[in-house]
């Protein structure tokens, strides 16, 4: 699976490590930057690109690092057929992917742990979508939504 990583400074370390673990575990992981440590870069940068990505490559997921997770979760849901969701457990992650099918999750640097966001990251990505009907419905309205709404 093709993962694409991106932060903001803030979360430019926590993004090092994570590039490091999945890589040991075998994920073809793009980082979309920042490539160096810029305290005046801009979150939307990074979470425009990490999204775009994403969207491009339905089999794929992102992660997106800021300070407090806002930020780029904001920037990532304008990109049409996103679903980036902030995640602060491994459950939360597990229910975001069998119910919403979430295709980016968002981690903050106030809370980071390696080890919490590492579990939070691999259960990300190891949870399948339920396909549940009614999960189904509610994803389809949404792509309806922006199919309506949104210009290409």
Known sequence: MTVYIGSDHNGYEAKKDLIDLLRKDGYDVVDKGPFEYDPA????DFAF???E????????????ICGSGGGVTVAANKVK?????????????????TDDDANIIILDQ???????DATIVQTFLNTPFSQEERHIRRISKISKYESEHYQN
């Open 41 to 44: 870069d801009d979150y939307p």
């Open 49 to 51: 690109s990490v999204a």
């Open 53 to 64: 990505a994403v969207a491009s490559d339905p089999d794929s997921k992102g992660i997106l």
């Open 81 to 97: 057929g996103i679903r980036a969701v902030y995640a602060e457990s491994a459950e939360h992650a597990k229910a975001l992917r």
């Open 110 to 116: 106030l809370t980071y742990s390696l080890e919490n």
